[in-house]
């Protein structure tokens, strides 16, 4: 027999759910994709801010830029579908973690063989470029507000492998951030995209691995 605290409590529970109606499915991807749009808004203002590279409109023409845009919209995108599987609670990435590291192995494979068909007192300046040391940082001080934006996003949703959701994240901000970069800078050695690059867009994603149980904390 029901007694009246029982009662009670069915009928708040009535109340609260009686209204509830069922999320969308595809409000996960509505988020993600406002959060990279803003994202990448912002950071494509900073570089405007800051000054785009002088030869951009007869860089847009060039091999170089468009192997750059290439590698990093492939990092992003495949960084996004690892935030949209992290966003929604309990799951797991399994094989889709091996994503991103299918892009950038192919840049590495055809640094190296580009590496290999330079004379020997070349490679290094081709390798380091005129911005090695820079580039990193520039990336990742750039990628910052992306990732902000990414963090607050998540948070909406309900991931519960938070470390490795902001992983994720960090890493999808950083492709943004170097997508935008490549409007600055005027490398244009595949070795030095494959390096320096690959290194800007990893420490925004280092940074979610460890901080991620208090970035995406909801």
């Known amino acids: 027999m029901a007694t009246g605290t029982d009662m009670r409590t069915d009928e708040l529970i009535n109340s609260l759910t009686q209204n509830l109606q069922p999320t969308p499915k595809d409000m996960i991807a509505r988020l ?3 959060a990279a749009l803003v994202g990448l808004a912002i ?5 405007v801010l800051v000054g785009v590279r002088k030869d951009l409109n007869a860089a847009l023409f060039s091999w170089p830029f468009w192997m750059k845009w ?3 919209i492939s990092m ?3 960084a996004y579908l690892l935030c949209e599987r992290l966003a929604r609670p309990g799951m797991k990435l399994g094989w889709l973690a091996i994503l991103p590291l299918l892009p950038a192995a192919l840049l590495a494979f ?3 063989r580009t590496q290999l068909h330079l004379p020997s007192d070349a490679r290094m300046a081709t ?3 005129h911005s090695a040391t820079l580039c990193p940082i520039y990336i990742g001080a750039l990628s910052i507000p992306v990732f902000a934006v990414l963090c607050r996003t998540l948070r909406r949703a309900a991931p519960t492998d938070l470390r490795t959701a902001a992983c994720a994240a960090g890493l999808m901000s950083g492709a943004i951030a170097a997508f935008a970069y490549c409007l600055l800078c005027n490398e244009s050695s595949v ?3 494959a390096t320096w690059y690959t290194l800007g867009m990893s420490m925004p994603a280092l940074l979610g691995a ?3 149980n208090t970035l995406l904390r909801w």
């Not at 950071?43 to 570089?47: N, P, Q, R, T, Y």
């Open 76 to 78: 992003a995108l495949t």
């Open 210 to 212: 460890v901080f991620g």
């Open 127 to 129: 390798w380091m470029g």
């Open 70 to 72: 290439t590698y990093t």
């Open 32 to 34: 993600l994709n406002w």
């Open 191 to 193: 070795s030095f995209v």
């Open 43 to 47: 950071a494509v203002l900073i570089i």
């Open 110 to 112: 055809m640094a190296v």
